[in-house]
């Protein structure tokens, strides 16, 4: 019988693309755009279980099902590597650049041709075998084709145009249902990238003339294998050097705001997770040490388990406390302590900024590494080791050091608006934080 839940289900699915052949092809701008035949490989490899309430993700259950295969019509937008190049260049996610055109094309289609969105696919690959570069396909959803995306290839010129416009035009940061999200998307709308997206099309509008280039067609039992190729990696020093994470007390200056008295938390514990019966009782584990930086004395100031009270009123007086997994892991420790409600405080938590951004975490040492050049000099078993040594003043110059760590994160995403992380394809990226311009209460 029907039963009302507070959950939903997602498929997870991966595509693959071929083209059997290229009937029609043509400039677009300083792009090429192609229509014809095309064989779909469509694979369900699972679904999500998640929350109605905030989307959280509860189970990932996988399966293994037959792959789905059809031939159909469709048209494709080569991504030439020049443009790519600069993409990145920029520090841009390209993948989630292309991906996000993608959608939007298939959003806004229907209002140049007489179809819904679902009576259209798409895919977006960083390296097509076939083109040797970049693609966004958009394809008939029935076999054989209807004829949807042949008419659109007639006006792929007012296609490009009206996605570039209805992606400015969205007054959202980073993406949303009215511009580049869909809601059928075999990936959760995972990655997207709003900006690379605008990036791409107005690199595409202003390049001159393309040189055409064949495109190779594969055979029956000829075909290689679905290449993995990815975006290239991007060389440099990163914008801000390691050794300013090191310095102790003397943060970067970089021009923030002198009225915003802020605090940088971290702390260490006596008890591990495991010692305590797992994360959810993260209010055992007891406070070894817990240090702040603060931006108004610019100054470390270290307190130990029984000077707690000193802490708590510390923090009272700022106007934004700042840390990494602060929210979820330091309060939580903190809250055996009897302290006034922390939530109630004024924070930013940085791996939280992180999470909704990307809908997946990332470590402080890796946002480090990529952002600022450095590492961390420890982790947090290591400082539980020196506990039981009885090396506390071990502990408290690492946790310093993770201190200085998140205040250059805060402080670079205040001055820059972005942090830098590495994505799955090893690419340099940039992350748009939402704390720049941040002021005091």
């Not at 699972?46 to 989307?55: A, E, K, L, N, T």
């Not at 679905?226 to 994470?245: D, F, Q, T």
């Not at 240090?291 to 009272?316: I, M, N, P, Y």
């Not at 402080?411 to 590495?422: E, M, N, P, V």
């Amino acid at each position: 019988r029907p039963v009302k839940v507070d959950y939903f289900t997602r498929v997870r699915s991966s595509k693959e693309t071929e083209i059997i052949q290229v009937v029609k092809n043509k400039e677009l701008f300083g792009a090429r755009c192609y229509w014809g035949r095309l064989l779909i490989t469509d694979r369900v490899v699972g679904y999500d279980v998640r929350q109605i309430r905030g989307q959280r993700l509860i189970s990932r259950v996988d399966l293994d099902l037959p792959p789905q295969r059809f031939e159909t019509e469709g048209l494709w937008i080569e991504i030439p590597p020049v443009v790519k190049e600069a993409c990145e260049r920029s520090l841009l996610h390209f993948m989630g650049g292309i991906h996000a055109i993608e959608h939007a094309l298939i959003g806004v289609m229907p209002l140049l041709v007489l179809c819904d969105r679902n009576d259209l696919g798409g895919i977006s690959i960083t390296f097509h075998p076939q083109l040797a570069s970049g693609a966004i396909f958009v394809y008939d959803g029935v076999p054989g084709g209807v004829g949807l995306t042949e008419e659109a290839y007639k006006r792929a010129r007012d296609l490009f145009m009206l996605t570039k416009k209805t992606i400015e035009g969205c007054s959202c940061e980073n993406g949303c249902p009215s511009c580049v999200h869909s809601p059928k998307c075999g990936s959760g709308n995972r990655p997207i990238d709003k900006g690379a997206a605008i990036f791409l099309l107005k690199e595409m509008e202003k390049k001159s003339k393309v040189v055409r280039r064949p495109v190779q067609t594969f055979t029956e039992g000829a075909r290689p294998e679905p290449s993995r190729a990815g975006v290239r990696l991007v060389s440099g020093k990163s914008p801000v050097e390691g050794a300013e994470a090191q310095k102790g007390a003397e943060a970067p200056d970089f021009g923030l705001d002198s009225d915003l008295r802020y605090g940088v938390l971290d702390i260490e514990t006596q008890l591990s997770a495991q010692e305590v019966g797992g994360w959810h009782r993260a209010e055992h584990m007891r406070v070894s040490c817990a240090v702040v930086w603060d931006s108004g004395t610019r100054a470390f100031a270290v307190f130990k388990e029984g000077q707690l009270h000193h802490l708590f009123c510390l923090l009272q007086r700022l106007d934004l406390v700042v840390g990494f997994n602060i929210k979820r892991f330091d309060y939580k420790v903190l809250s055996r302590y009897s302290p006034p409600d922390l939530h109630a405080l004024p924070t930013l938590d940085i791996l939280e900024e992180v999470t909704n951004r990307l809908g997946y975490r990332l470590s402080l040492d890796s946002l480090a590494k990529a952002t600022l050049g450095a590492k961390k000099s420890a982790n947090g078993l290591m400082a539980l080791k020196w506990w039981k040594q009885g090396k506390v003043r071990k502990i408290i110059e690492y946790c310093k050091k993770d201190v200085a760590l998140t205040r250059d994160l805060f402080i670079f995403g205040k001055r820059s608006g972005y942090l830098l992380f590495k994505n799955k394809e090893g690419s340099l990226v940039r992350l748009p934080v939402g704390w720049k311009g941040a002021s005091s209460r």
